[in-house]
Nanobody, 123 residues
Framework: QVQLVESGGGSVQAGGSLRLSCVAS????????MAWFRQAPGKEREGVAA????????TYADSVKGRFTISQDIAKNTVYLQMNSLKSEDTAIYYC????????????????WGQGTQVTVSS
């Protein structure tokens, strides 16, 4: 079992930046993969970025490459999503997720979820 708590969402104008945080707790073994997903109104949830917690390798959706950066602070059990050059189409609820084993790019394998944080980008 892994508990995930997101924070950092909010409203921003197009071109602006936000940083999301996700604190993980209540696990016996650190999940191999941590990721950010998002779900926009009327759309399916999609994987945005993932990081391997041991190796630090990262994976990004094509739609966010070059604009978003996923990182981690192992000492704080925290994963971040730095979002730059935000667009109106980035508006969504963003969820933190954990995958015990991986591979991290397998979006369907994530088993533990946070409650989500709203990101709204106005044009």
């Amino acid at each position: 079992q892994v508990q995930l708590v997101e924070s950092g969402g909010g409203s921003v104008q197009a071109g602006g930046s936000l940083r999301l945080s996700c604190v993980a707790s209540a696990y016996t073994y650190r999940p191999n993969c941590m990721a950010w997903f998002r779900q926009a109104p009327g759309k399916e949830r999609e994987g945005v970025a993932a990081i391997h917690t041991r190796f630090g390798s990262t994976t990004y959706a094509d739609s966010v490459k070059g604009r978003f950066t996923i990182s981690q602070d192992i000492a704080k059990n925290t994963v971040y999503l730095q979002m730059n050059s935000l667009k109106s189409e980035d508006t969504a609820i963003y969820y933190c997720a954990a995958h015990p084993w991986g591979p991290c790019y397998s979006w369907s394998g994530y088993q533990f979820w946070g409650q989500g944080t709203q990101v709204t980008v106005s044009s």
